[in-house]
């Protein structure tokens, strides 16, 4: 059995239950161990009863060490610092053999047992960023992406994790400040540092909109299927980190940030069926007759309507730069 974790709050409860169902549809055997922030996350997860699922509460994870930094750091800092605690807090206290720590926005296309399985006897793995190198930016946000990262319980794993608890109750902030940014730039050096270290070369793993212009895709035998521009290499899409995907006005999104460029087959293969995905989590939570937030929206986007051509194009078009409307998903453009 596969064993998860992921920590997120009401703003993200949609974008939770998404991650989980794909892992629910693709995973043939696993656990999501969930860490809510907040009571409303904690009471809406528990009344979904998901049945491969803990949820775990705030009172139940935060302990003496947290509680003396949380009232110093922002709660994207808090979140931040909470990732390598929330890995150890639940080997310890589901005496697991390994942990899997999972960012909220990922969502899976394919069974992650083959990430897992690549790690053969090493006992931590970690994702690199695999920057498109315009968009590099390893100098200030770090080599690897603490989206999905492995550890295995067993002497080796935990002096890593242990190791990096430390690090991040000591500093963890949004900002560059001695070669350290939160938590991710300490992990730079672990394959140096850490002969128990494996760095995915599943491609896979970790795509996400700092990298997917090196790739095309297709649907293969109902599976999405990624293709290397430099390589030609072939690949099943294991998961995408949906960065900056953010829930806009007059109920559109906003796709990533404007740093990327998304194409239409990026969007058809890959954006596509988060959209659908996070409209089934809605659903979900809307049938518990509770009034639930499950999301939160930005008023980004909203300056499309202040020029009428450009917001008569966009009714019709669906679509304006990194702006999606739910109705361009729905009614199958790319179909």
Same mark, same amino acid.
């Given at each position: ?19 989980? &169902? ?68 639940? /080997?310890?206290? *589901? ?47 770090? /080599?690897?992406?603490?989206? @999905?990262?492995?550890?295995? &319980? ?6 890593v994790l242990n190791w990096w608890v430390d690090a ?9 400040? $001695?070669?350290?940014?939160? $938590?991710?730039? *300490?992990?730079?050096? #672990?394959?140096?540092? +850490? ?15 700092w990298n997917v212009q090196q790739y095309a895709f297709?649907?293969?035998s109902g599976k999405v299927q990624g293709t290397e521009?430099?390589? &030609?290499?072939?690949?099943? !899409?294991?998961? +995408? ?5 953010? @829930?806009? #006005? ?11 460029? !998304? ?10 069926? +988060? ?16 009034? /639930?937030?499950? +999301? ?19 009714? /019709? ?5 990194? *702006? ?10 790319? &179909?």
């Amino acid at each position: 059995m596969l064993k998860f974790c992921t920590l997120f709050n009401a703003a993200y409860l949609s974008r939770g239950l998404a991650m989980y &169902n794909s892992l629910e549809q693709h995973c043939e055997d696993f656990h999501l161990y969930i860490l809510a922030f907040g009571d409303d996350c904690f009471e809406a997860l528990t009344k979904l009863n998901l049945s491969s699922a803990t949820i775990i509460s705030l009172k139940e994870f935060e302990n003496e060490r947290l509680l003396d930094v949380k009232v110093g750091r922002t709660a994207t800092e808090y979140c931040w610092t909470c990732a390598s605690s929330s890995v150890k807090y639940c /080997i310890e206290t *589901y005496d697991l053999d390994h942990c899997t720590y999972v960012d909220a926005d990922l969502l899976f296309f394919s069974n992650p047992i083959v990430l897992f399985n690549e790690m053969g006897e090493k006992s931590v793995q970690i994702t690199k960023h695999r920057y498109t190198p315009c968009f590099d930016q390893s100098e200030t946000s770090g /080599i690897y992406c603490v989206q @999905y990262m492995t550890f295995k &319980n067993n002497k080796e794993g935990m002096e890593v994790l242990n190791w990096w608890v430390d690090a991040c109750l000591e500093w963890c902030f949004c900002r560059m400040e $001695d070669g350290k940014f939160g $938590d991710q730039k *300490y992990l730079d050096n #672990w394959t140096k540092k +850490y002969t128990c270290v494996q760095e995915l070369k599943n491609l896979g793993g970790g795509v996400a909109p700092w990298n997917v212009q090196q790739y095309a895709f297709k649907n293969v035998s109902g599976k999405v299927q990624g293709t290397e521009f430099f390589s &030609n290499k072939k690949f099943d !899409l294991v998961f +995408y980190h949906y960065h900056a995907f953010t @829930y806009t #006005w007059n109920n559109s999104f906003r796709l990533t940030g404007d740093t990327y460029p !998304l194409n239409n087959n990026q969007i058809k293969h890959v954006y596509k069926p +988060y959209v659908l995905a996070l409209s089934k989590a809605e659903q979900m939570i809307a049938a518990l007759n509770e009034d /639930i937030m499950c +999301y939160k929206s930005s008023e980004e986007g909203v300056w499309i309507k202040k020029v009428i051509g450009r917001a008569f194009l966009y009714t /019709i078009k669906g679509f304006h730069k990194q *702006y999606y409307s739910r109705r361009f998903f729905q009614h199958g453009f790319f &179909n």
